[in-house]
């Protein structure tokens, strides 16, 4: 009988890519797979596919052991809680906890790069959660995900509107990933019966400094891109001025810090070889995203 798999955050960019390659590209069953969200009523498409639909509420740690109930295995796809406070932690503990008490079998678990030693503000989170995964004695998967090259797109087309990049990341270099790449490699894993642990560290193909991706922004848009180097502090001050809300400043600021300090200029090709496929290159997607890049 093949694993029943849950797949928590199944509405959200990356569990709604996670979704779609076990179903159409590893062709899971849609009879082995549930998709759990806080608000059901938006995987109704993947109900219509005959996919089993859950309530996972991680802040309702009482209700959590029901949700995991018959599952086999397990992805905890990290929450986008970002306030400063330890509540991040809390919920992905408590989901850890519930699956040890559901009876889970294999965990898998979103993390990010060097989460025990990096300057991101939200590493404690990560390096938490893998240590309670660890804790259960369960077997588990854990991806160290590095930064989606979705995320440049925050910030990119401000930046090619003004041309200008601030940045306070200097030299250091970054191995930027697509969403749909990670997935692809989360997927492959979860289509697989779960064997033994292992820890991934999921990464595109090559690490950039901030002034080669505007380079290659540049020659893209077919509009001058410059890199202004900053300190942090400058950094901060020009988000703040920009409207950034101010509880999220420090820990975007922390990103540069991370990547100056030469803590995730990691470089693997770990997604290939669970997935089979190239990720999609810099360029590539830089590509494809030309509209987004001119606003």
């Known amino acids: 009988m093949a694993d029943t798999i849950l ?9 709604t890519r996670v979704m779609h390659h076990l179903l159409d590209t590893y062709h899971v069953p849609a009879s082995s797979i549930i998709a759990g969200s806080r608000d059901t ?11 089993e639909t859950r309530k996972v509420d991680f802040e309702d740690a009482d209700g959590l052991q029901a949700s995991f109930a018959g599952v086999d295995q397990l992805l905890i ?36 790069p060097n989460p025990d030693d990096s300057k991101v503000l939200f590493a404690p989170d990560h390096k938490g959660t893998e240590d309670a995964i660890r804790a259960t004695g369960l077997s588990h998967t ?34 930027h990933i697509a969403r749909d790449d990670v ?6 894993s979860l289509a697989s019966p779960a064997t033994g642990s292992a820890t991934y560290t999921l990464t595109g193909p090559v690490a950039y400094t901030t002034d080669e991706i505007a380079e290659l922004v540049s020659m893209v ?23 950034v809300p101010a509880p999220y ?3 975007f600021v922390s990103f540069d810090a991370n990547t100056r300090a030469g803590k995730i200029d990691i470089v693997t090709e770990d997604a290939a ?23």
């Open 273 to 295: 070889t669970l997935s089979g496929a190239k990720p999609v290159s810099m360029k590539d997607f830089l590509d494809a995203s030309k509209a987004a890049l001119l606003g």
């Open 142 to 175: 854990i991806f160290r995900n590095s930064w989606y090259m979705e995320n440049l797109l925050m910030s990119l087309p401000h930046a090619v509107a003004s041309g200008q990049w601030y940045s306070s990341a200097g030299t250091g270099k970054l191995a």
């Open 41 to 51: 009523a938006r995987l109704a498409e993947l109900a219509a596919r005959g996919v």
């Open 77 to 112: 796809i990290s929450t986008d809680v970002l306030d400063g406070t330890d509540r991040r932690l809390r919920q992905h503990q408590a989901a850890v906890a519930a699956a040890k008490a559901a009876g889970v079998r294999h965990i898998l678990y979103t993390s990010m």
């Open 7 to 15: 797949v928590t955050g199944a509405s959200g960019k990356l569990g």
């Open 183 to 188: 997935a692809r490699a989360i997927a492959a």
């Open 221 to 243: 848009a077919g509009k001058p891109l410059a890199v202004v180097h900053v300190t942090d502090e400058q950094l901060a001050q020009g988000m703040e001025a920009a409207g």
């Open 249 to 251: 400043v420090p820990t």
